[in-house]
């Protein structure tokens, strides 16, 4: 190979590396690692049926049966709560707002200095001008603070193509995320030393894979339930609901996930906290490979593509790098699966690809 042939594949391999970089940072890389993300979860359903995670669902069955224009009267609450209690439940996580004063704010404020322990969910609220923008917290009313509730954050992190995949920081004031705090006082052994913003939520499947009962259900369990269905179990009560029953003043809330992907519905907050607090229970969050190491990794590939650009013509070439391609996806699939690692392979193989494809 002569001095211009060598010059020549050094200035397209280099080109093409930094090219490949750039795809790997722009909008269509991001887009290609969530997919490769969203691919583990295709076949993943694990019906888990017996968990310790039970969600009490506030649906359209439960609109029914009461007779309630929402929202609901405090004291429906009050009565819940006592009734999961009374049922043997271990924790109670009320994923709702209640920060504003109701008319019969007493009963349940008497209910939660007498059963606990009860997490309550606190929000954010944005409000920005062109001059400053203010992050408020809000918080359920001081009455409902008793020394049998925990607040937690309901503010879910929704990644920039709207989907929930991790678990999620702590809330504006400090307080841990709903899911956070209800497994730390389902177990209070349990090793939540982890970074929260980066760790994944392992879902056991689409909405409605965990044990669900309906609102009205839980307020008889003795008639509606099988026998133990709510014993030692960390319950969370919220909305979950698919037609138009709330009034306007209750945004709909619910999420695409991964399942979404593969054509699954959207997913209700209050089941993505259950599901969040499930992997944490379970030690079965995703913990995904930092960003330096993912870019020494793809330098390695695209050095390993440089090296094969000037040892073999592409035709040779070709059948070796798509080998090297399918062992490097199926390792970084088996690691996901197998142990809860993730390892981007798209943004991984970008570079080395490109300098694969340009090959003179």
Known sequence: MNYSSKRLKIIV???????????????????????????NFVSSNNHEHN?????????????QELGLAWPWPRSKHARLIESLFNAG??????????????????????????YGPVILATDVETHSTAAFQRVISVQPIERFQSQNVILGSATLPVDADGFVRRLGNAGASGEASLAAAA????????????NASTSGINYVGAAGQLPQYSYYQALQPDRYLPPNALANKLVFVGLVTQSDVLD????????????TTW???????????????????????????????IILLSLLFAGIALWGMFRFDPIKAALPALVTIAICIG???????????????????????????VSP
């Open 263 to 293: 054509g699954a519905g959207y997913m209700n907050g209050v089941e993505i906290h259950a599901q969040a607090a499930h992997s944490l229970l379970q030690s079965s969050s995703i913990a995904t490979v930092s960003a330096p190491v």
């Open 331 to 357: 390792v970084c699939v088996w690691l996901m699966q197998s142990q809860q690692l993730y390892i981007s392979w798209p943004l991984l193989l970008l570079p080395a690809m490109s300098i694969s494809l």
């Open 248 to 259: 306007q003043s209750a945004s709909r809330d619910s999420y695409p996930t991964p399942h």
């Open 51 to 63: 968990s310790e995670v039970v969600v009490v669902a506030i649906d359209e069955l439960s609109f």
């Open 183 to 194: 497994a730390r006082v389902f177990d209070p052994e349990l090793n939540l030393d982890f």
């Open 89 to 114: 439940a271990k924790a109670v996580v009320l994923d709702l707002i209640l920060a504003d004063v109701g008319e019969d704010d007493a009963a349940l404020a008497s209910t939660l200095q007498r």
């Open 13 to 39: 391999g280099l080109l093409a590396l930094v090219a490949g970089a750039l795809v790997a940072l722009s909008p269509i890389g991001n887009a290609l690692d969530n997919l490769a993300y969203d691919l």
